[in-house]
């Protein structure tokens, strides 16, 4: 498969689409325990050994605030994103054209707007999951 331009990605959250995005990205991290044994060595030549612990998932859904005449465009993150009580399905697309490579979870949400006079009005989501992230490619 060859290089993807992130200008035909898609965003569910909870089985809506959200409106007016240009961006979003996923990290996955895994806690680590050090595992420290006994040496019979000097400190400077020891190792320390990592055992992977539990996974966790954080991202983050970037766009625009788009007013007059498209207040729905708004209101569809404002209710996803802070007007939620509890987790929402989450889905995140590469590319519309291929609706088969997605990765889907649930998330716990938050929001934030920002208004600036030398710009356009944000309007951006991070997110932090809630149990497995799943990746579906067909």
Not at 32 to 45: K, N, P, W
Not at 102 to 124: K, P, R
């Amino acid at each position: 498969m060859g290089k993807i331009l992130g200008i035909n990605a898609l965003v569910y959250v909870g089985g809506v689409e959200l409106p007016q995005r240009n961006s979003w990205s996923l990290s996955i991290s895994r806690e680590l325990t050090e595992a420290r044994v006994f040496q019979d060595t000097s400190a400077g030549a020891s190792w320390v050994n990592q055992i992977g612990g539990f996974r966790s998932l954080s991202g983050s859904i970037g766009g625009y605030y788009e007013g007059d005449g498209a207040a729905a465009n708004a209101e569809a993150v404002v209710s996803k994103t802070h007007g939620s009580v509890s987790k929402e399905s989450l889905l995140l697309y590469e590319d519309r054209g291929d609706l088969t490579r997605y990765w889907y979870g649930e998330a716990w949400f938050e929001m934030s707007q920002d208004v600036s006079a030398d710009g356009v009005i944000t309007l951006d989501a991070d997110f932090t999951g809630d149990g497995a992230l799943l990746r579906f490619s067909s």
